[in-house]
């Protein structure tokens, strides 16, 4: 079994050579000369990606999440900031090339339309999951994805515009 240190450096070393950037984070307190030094706070993951921006968090086969990991985890959830546990560098390679899917949504409310839209883009055939999936959730869903975002006209734009690719897609399966 690799330790955690050995898989941090395999899996940035991949997200290197599949073109992406990665920094190591250090967390915690550590003791130096004359004292203590204060690293990243508490839980922040592993590994911080940038473009597509995300967090990793590595865990060696029985590793185990520890409270602050988890609330780390939490607050990236309600800010809409994408974050992984990861276990390889295969799964972290395959997880942040899907952060770059247009149809990548953090929201784990959002992940049937993203699942439905990213279907459609494809051509593939979608089946919605009940007769009455109603239309007004995607303007809703939308509108809470802008709202836990950056707050920004960029990330309402964004929002927008997944939200009318839904109402497209749902009218193709409608008639379907």
Request: aromatic share 8%; glycine share 6%; hydrophobic share 40%.
């Amino acid at each position: 079994m690799a330790g955690e240190t050995k898989i941090s450096k395999e899996i940035r070393d991949a997200l290197t050579d599949a073109g992406y950037w990665s920094i190591r984070i250090n967390s915690g307190t550590v003791r130096v000369a004359g004292g203590f030094m204060h690293l990243a706070p508490k839980g922040t993951p592993d590994i911080l990606v940038l473009n597509p921006y995300g967090w990793l968090e590595i865990k060696t086969d029985k590793g185990v999440t520890s409270e602050a990991q988890i609330k780390f985890r939490e607050r990236c959830a309600r800010e809409g900031i994408r974050h992984a546990e990861v276990r390889s560098a295969a799964e972290a390679v395959e997880l942040v090339t899907g952060w770059r899917s247009p149809a990548y949504v953090p929201s784990p409310i959002l992940q049937p339309w993203a699942i439905a839209l990213d279907k459609c883009m494809r051509g593939e055939k979608f089946e919605a999951p009940s007769p009455d999936w109603p239309l007004a959730a995607v303007a809703d869903a939308a509108n809470a994805n802008a709202r836990s975002a950056a707050h920004t006209l960029e990330a309402r734009e964004r929002a927008y515009q997944f939200g009318v690719r839904c109402l497209v897609l749902l009218k193709k399966a409608r008639t379907a």
